[in-house]
Antibody, heavy 120, light 108 residues
Framework: EVQLVESGGGVVQPGGSLRLSCAAS????????MHWVRQAPGKGLEWVSL????????YYADSVKGRFTISRDNSKNSLYLQMNSLRTEDTALYYC?????????????WGQGTMVTVSS | VIWMTQSPSLLSASTGDRVTISCRMS??????LAWYQQKPGKAPELLIY???TLQSGVPSRFSGSGSGTDFTLTISCLQSEDFATYYC??????????FGQGTKVEIK
């Protein structure tokens, strides 16, 4: 079964850091780009970041550029999001999502999400 | 930046109805459009990609059409499990991927 399981969310103060993880199973992980997509409470979907299958290319939404870093460990079938200098507006449910291919841009498998709350 | 206008934001319908949701782009995106369904407390699920290709396992009552700037998601015969929020997403000018504002389909 193709599956993505996120972890690492929690409550953090503004300016703090958090590292999210996503464990993948059921598919050849390094054949696919992977993404992080977030959803603020009661709001719509916002794409956050992308990493290519070999990890050589990364992209970020302007709202997180310079603060967030996406990475992957293909030997562990794992995706990560290092989040620094967190702001209250980063409060959201963070989903990892599998690309249709290696950087096509649509998402065919989603995890259940991990909640990040930035609050003092 | 490609601007997306998804409409309506709220759609009230009854089981058995045919419903359509529109997504309009500020510039042409060929067929690089996907549709997702999200139920409360759940992750989004891919319904359609490349504007009209049905994702494996998705019921055939869902269909997508359009190219360029105007796209439509149609549910031919609304079922109880279809009451949810639907999002369009463009991936022509990517990154970033951008989503529509969402359409909530509620019971009339």
């Amino acid at each position: 079964e193709v599956q993505l399981v996120e972890s690492g969310g929690g409550v953090v103060q503004p300016g703090g850091s958090l590292r999210l993880s996503c464990a993948a199973s059921g598919f050849t992980f390094d054949d696919y780009a992977m993404h992080w997509v977030r959803q603020a409470p009661g709001k719509g979907l916002e794409w956050v970041s992308l990493i290519s299958g070999d990890g050589g290319s990364t992209y970020y939404a302007d709202s997180v550029k310079g603060r967030f870093t996406i990475s992957r460990d293909n030997s562990k079938n794992s995706l990560y999001l290092q989040m620094n200098s967190l702001r209250t507006e980063d409060t959201a449910l963070y989903y990892c999502a599998k690309d249709l291919s290696d950087v096509e841009g649509a998402f065919d498998i989603w995890g259940q999400g991990t909640m990040v709350t930035v609050s003092s | 930046v490609i601007w997306m206008t998804q409409s309506p934001s709220l759609l009230s319908a009854s089981t058995g109805d045919r419903v359509t949701i529109s997504c309009r782009m500020s510039q042409g995106i060929s067929s690089y459009l996907a549709w997702y369904q999200q139920k409360p407390g759940k992750a989004p699920e891919l319904l359609i990609y490349a504007a009209s290709t049905l994702q494996s396992g998705v019921p055939s009552r869902f269909s997508g059409s359009g190219s360029g700037t105007d796209f439509t998601l149609t549910i031919s015969c609304l079922q109880s499990e279809d009451f949810a929020t639907y999002y369009c997403q463009q991936y022509y000018s990517f990154p970033p991927a951008t989503f529509g504002q969402g359409t909530k389909v509620e019971i009339k």
